[in-house]
């Protein structure tokens, strides 16, 4: 079960195309031993009363009713049916332009069973929706599909209602969110099963549900009120942050007290799904190897080098069988898993599969065996220590995305019993680089013109590890008349009225490992902007060569723990020559040491600064870092002090006064 109300499912999404839906949706019968086969709406009601805070919210969901029952079909198939029932207030023009449209997923091998969807006028007017308004999104490679139903008339104060069941595939894992960017005042939600099937529900936050067995019926239901809208918040993940519920299923009376689904039945099943290939495809596993003359001493930093430039990894629906894809030259992330698994075989290279979430979505959970979790393929090396992600282009080794790092994840070794192969699974920490692994520094030197009427700035800027992920992998396909303006958007920034003479870029190539080759803009310009005149005085914007900087000032009570991307520093000196005479008065301005989180080896996070001079030469030295990936909220004060000490040199002025 997923909250459709307000996105489209718990995965990634793509981009979808509109076409029009040729037949009308007729109610179809459910099995009569459905829990709610007659759940029905209420015929005739008048609008619902909203409290003080309700009516201050763009939109609140009045009513969230979701159920879902594994029953029998008229084959007597298992399948899971669901029943859906929301009511949905719009208070404004932002509650009416998110909710007057309603997406409804279509899961290959089921169907909508009924649909029905009417307004209530803030004047109790009750208009049913027209089914020559319902139209069909379909993903473009045709996975996953959804049908929209358009609500026409909606004004302020109106209530969207609408009430759907669905029948598809048995699912042994589910997920539901219960909370979304607007409030809920009455939720309840259910999971009913046969008596002799055991499913486990997890609440985060929280824990365990209880279960209760009602006539051969296994039930588990939660029940809320007064539901919080989610809110973004800076560094935190809000995503990640929803209350939601895990289901799985745990037991099956028919197969004895065993568990099922376990981690270890998970490293069983990649095993077989990831490391078993079949003679003809390691037959084209081996003419590849023997087409590519690999190095012997450092061989998979070019194969993985060749494999990602001349291959479509990670595309979506792409094949999994090496034939195939070696054959198109294409795969899916688990295609991808398999072909660098097989390669690695053949190599002698050890390696373990590693399976994980992205956690700015949902962190993994080590406690609750749900194969939910299991969403991305990457590899350790033991030997090396080193990471790769087999599905992502953008990456080389060691790096994988940050967002499966400081996580937990399903590692599978492969073992041998004797003549057998077997896999162990173990749960295990992926760790996350180093700040000083991730720097984005600066070497800025501003020379004044001799009337002060404007500078000369040279900047080099360095970008390491995942700094230089969003540049460095894509650059070389920027088309070349292009290259130029894409380099100045990096610099300017730091000088928004940038007139540039010259820009260059070391490690723009695609295919580098941006911890030994960082990505380096060095850039040449001319601004005007930099130097203001006051009568005899100039002011000297400094703080503005950073470029702009986060800032923590919220006033609202901090919700979440601090989460940050990845551990990063910022190392940056900005040097310049006093015009002859002049003086600075409030250098002092340019001195700032804010910490938090003291350990023996310094601060967790630190932003320093001070300055040296000499004759009239002025140095200012810059150090700010985050070194830890999360950091509580108890403690939310210090870090955002941090911060905004980056924020408060960015708008120091220093003050050019004549001697």
């Known amino acids: 079960m997923t909250n459709y109300l307000t996105s489209f499912s718990a995965g990634r999404l793509l981009a979808l195309a509109l076409l029009l839906l040729p037949a009308l949706l007729h109610a179809q019968a459910l099995p009569a031993t459905l829990t709610h086969a007659r759940y029905d709406w209420e015929a005739k009601r008048k609008p619902a009363t909203l409290t003080a805070a309700e009516a201050q919210q763009p939109a609140v969901v009045l009513r969230d009713f979701r159920t879902e029952e594994l029953a029998p079909n008229a084959r007597q198939e298992m399948r899971l049916y669901s029943v859906d029932h929301r009511i949905v207030r719009v208070n404004s023009s932002d509650g009416i332009e998110r909710f007057n449209k309603i997406y409804l997923p279509v899961q290959e ?102 279960d209760s067995v009602r006539e051969g019926k296994r039930i588990i239901g939660l029940s809320l009120r007064d539901v919080p809208a989610l809110r973004e918040e800076g560094f935190a993940h809000a995503a990640a942050q929803r209350q939601r519920l895990e289901y799985k299923l745990a037991y099956n009376a028919n197969q004895g007290r065993r568990r099922a689904y376990t981690w270890s039945d998970a ?3 990649l095993h077989e799904r990831i490391y078993q290939w079949n003679k003809d495809e390691l037959k084209a596993v081996d003419k590849l190897l023997k087409q590519l003359k690999l190095p012997a001493d450092q061989p998979l930093p070019v194969l993985e080098n060749y494999l990602k430039t001349n291959f479509q990894l990670g595309t979506a629906g792409g094949p999994e ?85 400081a996580n ?99 490690n723009g190539e695609s295919g580098l490992n941006p911890l030994e080759k960082p990505f380096i803009v060095d850039a040449t310009l001319e601004s005007v902007a930099l130097l203001d005149r006051a009568g005899p005085k100039y002011l000297f914007k400094v703080g503005t060569l950073l470029g702009p900087q986060s800032e923590l000032y919220q006033s609202e009570e901090r919700q979440f723990d601090v989460e940050n991307e990845f551990n990063r520093r910022y190392n940056r000196t900005i040097t310049f020559t006093l015009p002859a005479g002049y003086q600075v008065r409030n250098l002092n301005d340019l001195n700032m040491d804010v910490q938090a989180g003291p350990t023996a080896a310094g601060p967790e996070f630190l932003f320093q600064s001070d300055y040296a001079q000499q004759g009239q030469q002025v140095t200012v030295t810059i150090r700010e870092y985050y070194r830890q990936i999360r950091w509580p909220k108890a403690d939310f004060q210090a870090f955002r002090e941090v911060v905004n000490a980056a924020a408060n040199f960015n708008k120091v002025v220093l003050v050019l006064e004549k001697k």
Do not use: C
């Open 267 to 269: 490293a069983s099943y």
């Open 408 to 506: 937990k994840g399903l590692f599978v070794r492969r073992v041998q019993l004797g003549s057998t192969e077997t896999a162990v699974g173990t749960l295990g920490d992926i760790p996350t680089t180093t700040a000083d692994q991730s720097p984005n520094d600066l070497a800025i030197q501003v020379q004044f013109a001799p009337n002060l009427d404007k500078s000369t700035v040279t900047i080099k800027q360095t970008l390491g590890g995942y700094s230089a992920q969003p540049i460095q992998p894509f650059l070389a396909f920027v088309p070349d008349d292009k290259r130029q303006e894409v380099l100045e958007s990096i610099i300017k920034p730091n000088v928004p009225d940038a007139v540039f003479q010259k820009v260059t870029v070391t």
């Open 109 to 210: 091998g089921g169907r909508i069973v009924q649909l029905k969807a009417r307004t209530i006028s803030p004047r109790g007017v009750i208009v049913d929706v027209a089914e020559s308004n319902m139209k069909e999104l379909k993903d473009e490679d045709g996975g996953r599909g959804f049908k929209v139903f358009a609500v026409e008339g909606v004004e302020k104060g109106s209530e969207i209602e609408y009430l759907f069941t669905r029948e598809r595939p048995v699912q042994s894992f589910g997920r539901v969110y219960l909370q979304s960017e607007v409030p809920v005042r009455d939720l309840r939600v259910e999971l009913i099963t046969p008596e002799n099937l055991t499913f486990e529900m997890y609440r985060y936050p929280g824990g365990l549900l209880p």
């Open 321 to 405: 069988k090496l034939t195939d894809v070696l054959a198109a030259r294409a795969a899916s992330d688990m295609g991808a898993a398999r072909l660098f698994a097989a390669l690695f075989s053949r190599l002698n290279i050890a390696n373990e599969l590693v399976m994980t979430t992205d956690r700015t979505e949902t962190a993994f959970d080590e406690a609750f065996d749900t194969w939910n979790y299991l969403d991305n393929p990457a590899f350790y090396l033991p030997a090396t220590k080193q990471w790769l992600a087999p599905g992502r282009a953008d990456y080389r080794l060691p790096l994988i995305p940050a967002e499966w790092t």
